[in-house]
């Protein structure tokens, strides 16, 4: 999970991965640049730090706009904060009259302020409503978890969760609901608890992780919304400019890497067992910067723990036509 932007008073920070990502997103005086996943403004202020330059950040939560306001105050117009979806970051920037930008990018996940805060219901360490929506808008888990059929809650845990126990899991939630609704984060991890055992994660990961993990995906479109953002940064880079991602999961993680490398020409095999193969229909629309995922040192990981799991993968544009255009 991320935990990204300031510290501002009552949260934590730490920017995971920022000074790779700011290296790689090769910041440049007269440039225009997209943070599309504002969150508490850690790699905006960096960004605008680094060169006199323009930078436009997204963010979905109305809950970052204190922040992005004292970044207007200092910057001023500099500085354009936009509220909406990172995977619309094209229609809202063209709303502007911005057709390309020099680079992107995109830290997904959690920020701390969302994580922190109990009312929000993204994490089970605070006891709280069951809602874990970026937005604020939209279904809530609380909803998802009383109201969704039994099979149908088992998939979403099975593969946005990779839980194995999602049946046992998706079983204890409904026979729960059925003698009182689940309201709050700490009554769904309890029962998640009692038919996982603990033994069969990894140290340290509380057995309700990958549900409340699959729950939150889920809720927000998480996936969905990286699919439209990678297609969006895709149109609107220019030749030479850099996407950068830092993914918290390897639902995020393979993502990305499946993107870029068809993006870059690799078709992604049939099967597991056969050997991918190039795609010659289209011109490589990006090339990739980063063969391997750069991980966070042993420091960053000792100096903030939700580090761990971050991956960051980067890829230049190419001058060819987007993909994304032509299908």
């Known amino acids: 999970m991320s935990a990204r ?7 934590s920070h730490v920017p995971v991965l920022c000074d790779e990502a700011i290296f790689y997103l090769n ?15 850690g ?56 057709q390309k930008v020099d680079s992107i990018v995109l830290d997904l996940g959690v920020s701390s302020i969302q994580l922190d805060d109990p009312s929000r219901g993204f994490s089970f360490r605070y006891d709280g409503p069951l809602d874990m929506r970026m937005g604020q808008c939209g279904l809530t888990a609380g909803e998802v978890v009383n109201s969704m059929a039994e099979q149908d809650l088992a998939d979403i845990i099975y593969s946005l ?29 309890n029962i998640i608890r009692q038919v996982v055992p603990h033994k069969k994660h990894s140290k340290g ?16 479109d998480e996936l969905g919304e990286l699919d ?17 991602i830092v993914a918290f999961h390897s639902l995020e993680d393979r993502r990305v890497k499946n993107f870029f490398n068809e993006r870059q020409g690799k078709k992604i095999g049939r099967s597991r067992y056969l050997p991918p193969e190039a795609d010659n229909s289209k011109i490589p629309s990006f ?17 903030n723990p939700r580090a761990r799991s971050a991956r960051l993968r980067v890829a230049e544009r190419t001058s060819a036509p987007p993909w994304s255009g032509l299908i």
């Open 228 to 244: 439209r953002g990678l297609a969006a940064a895709e149109k609107l880079l220019k030749p030479g400019g850099r996407l950068a």
């Open 287 to 303: 090339s990739v910067i980063t063969k391997r995922p750069i991980r966070p040192s042993e420091a960053e990981e000792e100096k």
């Open 43 to 98: 790699y905006a202020s960096r960004i605008l730090e680094a060169a006199n330059c323009e930078l436009f950040a997204i963010d979905r939560d109305p809950a970052v706009f204190p922040t992005a306001l004292s970044l207007s105050q200092k910057y001023g117009k500099k500085f354009v904060p936009l509220q909406g979806c990172f995977g619309n970051m094209d229609k809202l920037l063209f709303k502007h009259g911005i």
């Open 5 to 11: 932007g300031n510290p501002i008073k009552g949260y």
């Open 205 to 220: 990961i509380d057995p309700a992780t990958r549900t409340f993990q699959a729950l939150r995906i889920y809720v927000n």
């Open 27 to 41: 910041i440049k005086k007269g440039g225009r640049y997209v943070d599309g996943t504002f969150g508490m403004g």
């Open 161 to 189: 969760g990779e839980e194995r126990h999602s049946r046992r899991v998706s079983r204890a939630i409904v026979e729960a609901r059925g003698n009182h609704p689940i309201s709050s984060t700490g009554a769904l991890a």
